[in-house]
Nanobody, 122 residues
Framework: QVQLVESGGGLVQAGGSLRLSCATS????????MGWFRQAPGKERDFVAA????????LYADSVKGRFTISRDNAKNMVYLQMNSLKPEDTALYYC???????????????WGQGTQVTVSS
């Protein structure tokens, strides 16, 4: 069992930056690949970024490539999402999730946090 708690969301102006954090507890976080997803009001939850167990490989959605960076610190059981050059369309509830399958589809993520709200004003 893994528990995930996101933090770091907030209100920011377009062009600004935020760093989201995901604290993991329970089974060692390095056992899992980790991902960030987001859901805007009235829309489906979408993939944002993923990182493998060691942190040596990452994947990004095209919409955030070059602006967002996912990272992890297995010693601290933490996963991060650095978000730069934020746009109003990045406004969403951001979720951290854990999966036994790196790069797998959303349904392969077994554990989810409650989410942290990111709002980008124009």
């Amino acid at each position: 069992q893994v528990q995930l708690v996101e933090s770091g969301g907030g209100l920011v102006q377009a062009g600004g930056s935020l760093r989201l954090s995901c604290a993991t507890s329970g089974r060692t976080s390095s056992t899992y690949a980790m991902g960030w997803f987001r859901q805007a009001p009235g829309k489906e939850r979408d993939f944002v970024a993923a990182i493998n167990r060691s942190g040596g490989s990452t994947l990004y959605a095209d919409s955030v490539k070059g602006r967002f960076t996912i990272s992890r610190d297995n010693a601290k059981n933490m996963v991060y999402l650095q978000m730069n050059s934020l746009k109003p369309e990045d406004t969403a509830l951001y979720y951290c999730a854990a999966s036994s399958y790196y790069g797998g589809p959303q349904y392969k993520y077994n554990y989810w946090g409650q989410g942290t709200q990111v709002t980008v004003s124009s």
